[in-house]
């Protein structure tokens, strides 16, 4: 199974990083591509984030062998119904989402008579839009495909090799495995970051623009986060809920825990904790998942 022609939902931060990353290390694959706003579409025209803007999703979809659905995960259900009645027999549908068991369902209910591997590749950044992309993202990056046991092996086997082809690293997992662990090591963090940016927004002994202005790297550091596209987080909390709420509780004890030692004045507590958390940071490091430099290579070191 080879594929040849991409048709791309959705053309904001990951749909043109996936059109540029295709342009790019597979300058042979055809590309089309639809958003539903037409400033987006417009833009993405300008800086030819896929070789054909097309006016509607069904154009877009047509002669493809893979269409990929770049939207909010909110918004997955109405994209796929928008393409079903045009899509081509062998196409395969992916998608982009970052929770998969609530995508997968919806895929499936939407286009039954097709071959559907969700995917979620962990690249981003707290930008979106169609100025946001760029050819880069997935370099280096994991791309967790969440196929249903019965998902043809071909078509499994020629997504990979399309990720691989664009710098991604490849693995499988489980739908609802996946769920869990990106509630850890993303919708959990995004949440924390939200809170404490609003907390300290809210604060009534602390002014606004003392905030600002004495924002050190932890606080500033969170405020990146916390400047994530709201749609898709709104979507992301509300479709893997069950995951987000399961770590959260888990969470919560552990907060609760800590509270009770700096009431304590349990200093042994924090400082084994502190230490641990630390060696975690020593191995993303290692495994290349982040800059070792201070202050993450930004120049400016701030406590
Ligand atoms: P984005 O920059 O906001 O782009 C999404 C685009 O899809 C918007 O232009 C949106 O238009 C359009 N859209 C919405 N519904 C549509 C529909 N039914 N048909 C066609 N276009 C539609 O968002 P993004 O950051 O690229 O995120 C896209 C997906 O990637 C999400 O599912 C997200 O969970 C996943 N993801 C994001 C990141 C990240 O860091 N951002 C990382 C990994 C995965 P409107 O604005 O008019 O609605």
């Known amino acids: 199974m080879t594929i040849e022609r991409v048709a791309i939902i959705g053309l904001g931060l990951l749909g043109g990083s996936l059109g540029l990353a295709l342009r790019d290390c597979l300058p042979e694959v055809v590309t089309t591509g639809y ?7 417009l833009r993405a025209q300008e800086r030819q984030l896929v070789g054909t803007v097309c006016g509607s999703a069904t154009e877009a979809v047509a002669a493809a062998d893979l269409v990929v659905l770049c939207v909010p995960v909110g918004a997955m259900a109405q994209a796929a119904r928008d393409i079903a009645a045009d899509l081509p027999a062998h196409a395969i549908i992916s998608d982009v989402g970052s929770s998969k068991l609530s995508v997968a369902r919806v895929l499936a209910e939407a286009l039954p008579d097709h071959i559907v591997i969700p995917a979620h590749p962990v690249a981003g950044t707290e930008q979106s839009g169609p100025e946001a992309g760029f050819a880069t993202l ?6 967790i495909l969440t196929p249903a046991p019965n998902a043809p092996e071909a078509a499994v086997a020629a997504l990979t090799t399309l990720w691989e082809a664009l710098g991604a690293k490849v693995e499988r997992m489980d739908a609802a495995h996946h769920d869990l ?17 609003g907390t300290a927004s809210d604060l009534e ?3 606004q623009s003392e905030v600002i202005k004495y924002s050190a790297g932890g606080f500033r550091d969170f405020t990146r986060i916390a400047a994530s596209d709201p749609t898709m987080w709104r ?12 770590v959260l509780g888990r969470f919560s004890e552990d907060l609760t825990a800590l509270q009770r030692a ?9 400082f084994d904790l502190f230490t641990r958390t630390r060696e975690i940071r020593r191995s993303i490091i290692e495994q290349g998942q982040d800059d070792a430099r201070p202050d993450f290579g930004r120049g400016s070191v701030a406590d």
């Open 138 to 143: 997935f370099r280096h990056r994991w791309c």
């Open 205 to 207: 002994d602390v002014t």
């Open 181 to 197: 662990v990106l509630a850890v090591t993303s919708h959990i963090p995004h949440l924390i970051a939200y809170t404490i940016v």
């Open 262 to 270: 700096i009431r304590n004045g349990d200093g042994e507590q924090l």
């Open 35 to 41: 958003d539903a706003d037409p400033a987006v579409r």
């Open 235 to 246: 979507d992301v909390f509300l479709s893997n809920r069950e995951a987000v709420l399961e």
